[in-house]
């Protein structure tokens, strides 16, 4: 069974840019997280999305956008890429939006804004 | 503001020893704990849990022991071996929430 696939796995943008990150939950998982992860911190949770609606959000600007699809994938949206929005990226997957739920995360997908 | 702490970034431990890591946490409405484990070029991967009805949960060579008063938990590997040499972050949450709170991890290296 394929777990949570994201793409791109590397990506290079410059400041101003915009990029969009893209996830597959695990196959029956309805929930999509979004975190992100700065180099030495802890993933920061950045949105939560179940039945194609938000079902939380945290503490980013407005320029992070994202949405889910009827097929439970979801897309990640950064406008205004700033040279602190570098890090790794990470979709993790879950049956239903508990918190109790154990999330299976990607890979991530590594942003560099130069 | 930090709300999950893990104040040692790195800890070496001789293979077959025990290895501790620990994890502190501020709010006390977090009700249900995580460890996940990372390694380079992976995404984090569940270890094990707590609920903050129980003081002790085991899993095969993995136990977290939590510390409601003193808000507090840990993760006990017995024996560690070299294969366990990862990024580990500590997590929580509330019931009812939709989010993890992590830490900002312990890099564990099990020397053969």
């Known amino acids: 069974d394929a777990g949570v696939t994201q793409s791109p796995t590397h990506l290079i943008k410059t400041r101003g840019q915009h990029v969009t990150l893209r996830c597959s939950p695990i196959s029956g998982h309805k929930s999509v997280s979004w975190y992100q992860q700065v180099l030495g911190q802890g993933p920061q949770f950045i949105f939560q999305?179940?039945?194609?609606?938000?079902?939380g959000r945290g503490n980013f600007p407005d320029r992070f956008s994202a949405r889910q699809f009827p097929n439970y994938s979801s897309e990640l949206n950064v406008n205004a890429l700033l040279l602190g929005d570098s890090a790794l990226y990470l979709c993790?997957?879950?049956?239903?939006?508990?918190?109790?739920?154990?999330?299976?995360f990607g890979a991530g997908s590594r942003l560099t804004v130069l | 503001d930090q709300q999950v702490k893990q104040n040692s970034p790195s800890l070496s431990v001789q293979e077959g020893r025990i290895s501790i890591l620990n994890c502190d946490y501020t709010n006390s409405m977090f009700d249900y704990f995580l460890w996940y484990k990372k390694y380079p070029a992976e995404g984090p991967t569940f270890l094990i849990s707590?609920?903050?009805?129980?003081d002790k949960n085991e899993d095969g060579r993995f136990t977290v022991f939590l510390n409601k008063s003193a808000k507090h938990l840990s993760l006990h590997i017995v024996p560690s071996q070299p294969g366990d040499s990862a990024v580990y972050f500590c997590a929580a949450s509330t019931t009812g929430a939709n989010n993890l709170f992590f830490g900002t991890g312990t890099r564990l290296t099990v020397i053969p």
């Open positions: 993790a997957s879950s049956l239903d939006p508990s918190g109790a739920n154990v999330l299976t």
């Open positions: 707590i609920s903050s009805i129980k």
């Open positions: 999305y179940y039945e194609k609606e938000e079902r």
